[in-house]
């Protein structure tokens, strides 16, 4: 069988780089050409906005590097992908039919009358921070404190050795749980379905298949690459690492020290992770071997959560977008 015969019954022809994020009615792709942020409007009107993606690694080179670059990329993505989303709340016309009076509920309405734009503005500060605070009580101290609980009134302190790994355990079950209840919003719902297109449609491309809407149907919304999977390898990551260093620093891993060892696994151990799985994310982006897989395994499950069937109108947007960031030689975006 020739090299392009094998090519052409691969599941999929070239592992890229193309990646993306689903939006409020819309999806975020980025490729070798930039990024593009492609919206469905109220009126049905799908508008495409693309702009260059700016890195730090190219102005300061030591960032580029493996285990360095894993941190930058994940708060590039993040600034990038909050950014995207906000836009497309304008692009989509989302933002305008909340600030319509007619539709506005009561409250919002008096803040709009009494306060005005600014204080709009503030309370949107406010409620971010407040999010952030939630978030972080949620998914940092409260696995951290319910094992102590625990080991305390059930085990007699004896689990304090295997505390990092309970309370990794207890931080995956809580993600989970999260994650599922959120899918149940109806518009949580929607953005999970431009998830499934996002995917969809870089695995049509990876396939080499023309980019329509029934190409892209016909291909799986599972993905590897997914920020998914990567939180899960971040878990898993999280716990071996922080297992480790309550070994070296035992003092770390008692109870009397729990708020040291929070703003230790915070400061230092995260970053230390996020470069890890980063390289791990990547590695499992390019190879298919029996490592990738098992270490994959927990995010493609979890994206029966967090991705669901898209309806092909979802599909043309995701496809609107990926058309923005990729030129016409497919090698340009051919990941070595």
């Known amino acids: 069988m020739s090299k392009k015969e094998k090519n052409k019954n691969s599941e999929a022809i070239r592992k890229t780089s193309v990646g993306g994020q689903a939006l409020i009615e819309g999806v975020m792709m980025n490729g070798p050409r930039g990024a593009a942020i492609s919206v469905r409007k109220t009126n049905g009107e799908i508008v495409t906005e693309s702009f260059p993606l700016k890195h730090a690694r190219d102005k300061v080179k030591v960032l580029g590097l493996p285990f360095i670059r894993g941190i930058v990329n994940f708060i590039e993505s993040m600034i990038v992908g909050y950014k995207s989303l906000m836009r497309s709340a304008e692009l989509s016309g989302e933002l305008e039919e909340e600030n319509d009076p007619e539709k506005m509920s009561r409250l919002d309405k008096w803040l709009n009358d009494h306060m005005g734009p600014k204080m709009f503005a503030v309370l949107s500060g406010i409620a971010s921070v407040f999010a952030v605070v939630i978030g972080v009580g949620l998914f940092v101290f409260l696995p951290t404190y319910l094992v102590d609980i625990v080991d305390k009134y059930c085990f007699q302190d004896s689990l304090t050795r295997f505390h990092a790994l309970f309370e990794g355990l207890i931080r995956a079950v809580i993600i989970v749980v999260y994650m599922f209840a959120v899918s149940q919003i109806k518009d949580i719902r929607r953005v999970f379905m431009y998830h499934g297109a996002e995917h969809k449609t ?69 970053p230390v992770v996020t470069g890890i799985s980063y390289e791990l994310i990547k590695y499992a982006g390019r190879h298919d071997n029996i490592l990738t897989k098992i270490f994959s395994a927990p995010g493609l499950w979890m994206q029966r959560i967090t991705t669901k069937e898209p309806d092909d109108s979802m599909i043309e947007v995701a496809i609107a977008s990926v058309k923005a960031v990729i030129t016409d030689n497919p090698e340009d975006d051919t990941l070595e």
């Not at 023309?210 to 971040?234: K, M, W, Y």
């Not at 003092?251 to 020290?257: C, G, R, T, V």
């Open 202 to 270: 870089i695995f049509c491309y990876e396939k080499g298949l023309d980019l329509t809407v029934e190409n892209a149907q016909s291909c799986r919304r599972f993905h590897p690459r997914c920020g998914t999977s990567f939180i899960f390898i971040v878990l898993i990551t999280s716990i071996i690492v922080s297992s480790i260093v309550s070994i070296i620093f035992p003092e770390l891993a008692d109870s009397k020290n729990r708020i040291l060892w929070i703003l230790v696994k915070l400061i230092l151990v995260l």
